[in-house]
């Protein structure tokens, strides 16, 4: 269920302009085939002069191409410039003009539960809907991804993937990335996860100009991993990836990260960044069954996992 606009002080649908049908195609053979699909669609949006547009980058993980859609239904070809795994965003040019204006950033960090907002996505999914802020808090996605302040907004929208979540001035302060759900006075609601658009702002000139972030690449292991009453249960491992190189299973429980118990999907992961960069070898206690295994697992960057884009 989504809800209509309220009164506001600022033209909804001119800022929805900025925001684009995006559609990516993966090769068969990418390792995000099995579970993304090698077909991709949901929204870009235009932050520079130039046409930048941002998106979620799961929607362009190992894309061989993009294309955005604009207004008028002119789809152009993108090169997908940039994704970057730490923050999950995603970054686009296009090869042609679009002649589409920038969204302004906001300020993500005003924001606090029970703040007023708007979700944009491309015109062609859906209309501006105003939306709750929730909460702002730690999110650990099972595929060894941790924010320390995601935002979560409802109702949830119905193309949530790449919109804009936009404050009561018209500033862009978020990225949709998920559906979840959400428990809200003892009733359980679809909502959705934003990833706050000021962690962007310090790597940005980075992924534009070399295509990734300059900081230390983390270990990655490729294990999917759950928390389920204090206890971290590996749920899955990524095709060719170091954990199932390792024999890593489905099920087993993750108790220690070398000498460190871990008892959360967030701590197993802050555990295993902090022993080193990608390369660094990962002693692992798991319970299988009942029988304890000491496992050392070859981390890798997992930037080296992806295919890269060809260059246009």
């Not at 000021?198 to 300059?214: N, V």
């Not at 890593?248 to 108790?255: F, G, Q, S």
Request: glycine share 10%.
């Amino acid at each position: 269920m989504t809800s209509s606009v309220e009164s506001s002080d600022i033209d909804l649908e001119a800022l929805g302009r900025s925001v684009l049908k995006l559609r990516a195609v993966v090769p068969e053979d990418a390792s995000t085939a099995g579970i993304l699909g090698q077909e991709r669609i949901g929204n870009g949006i235009v932050i520079g002069s130039d046409g930048l547009t941002l998106t979620i980058g799961y929607l362009i993980a190992e894309a061989s191409d993009v294309w955005l859609t604009a207004h008028r239904g002119r789809e152009v070809a993108g090169h997908p410039l940039a994704y970057d795994p730490v923050t999950g965003f995603g970054l686009v040019l296009p090869l042609e003009e679009l002649s589409v204006p920038p969204l302004p950033f906001g300020a993500p960090a005003v924001l606090d539960a029970g703040s007023k907002g708007y979700v944009l996505s491309s015109p062609e999914f859906a209309k501006p809907q105003s939306v709750q802020i929730l909460a702002r808090r730690e999110f650990a996605g099972a595929w060894e991804y941790l924010l320390d302040q995601a935002i979560f907004t409802t109702p949830a929208h119905p193309h949530w993937s790449g919109a804009a979540l936009i404050d009561q001035r018209g500033g862009l302060v978020g990225v949709g990335s998920l559906l979840v759900r959400e428990v809200v006075s003892g009733e359980q609601l679809n909502a959705n996860m934003f990833v706050p658009i000021d962690l962007l702002q310090p790597i940005l000139e980075d992924l534009r100009t070399r295509g990734r972030a300059t900081r230390q690449s983390r270990p990655w292991l490729g294990a999917y991993a759950v928390e389920v009453s204090g206890k971290v249960y590996v749920t899955g491992t990524a095709e060719s990836s170091p954990a199932r190189l390792a024999d890593m299973r489905e099920e087993d429980l993750i108790t220690h990260v070398a000498d460190h118990a871990v008892g959360s999907v967030a701590e197993f992961y802050r555990r295993l960044w902090a022993l080193g960069p990608a390369g660094t070898d990962v002693p692992l206690t798991l319970l299988r069954s009942g029988t304890r295994l000491n496992v050392t697992v070859h981390s890798i960057d997992r930037a080296d996992h992806f295919k890269r884009p060809q260059a246009h």
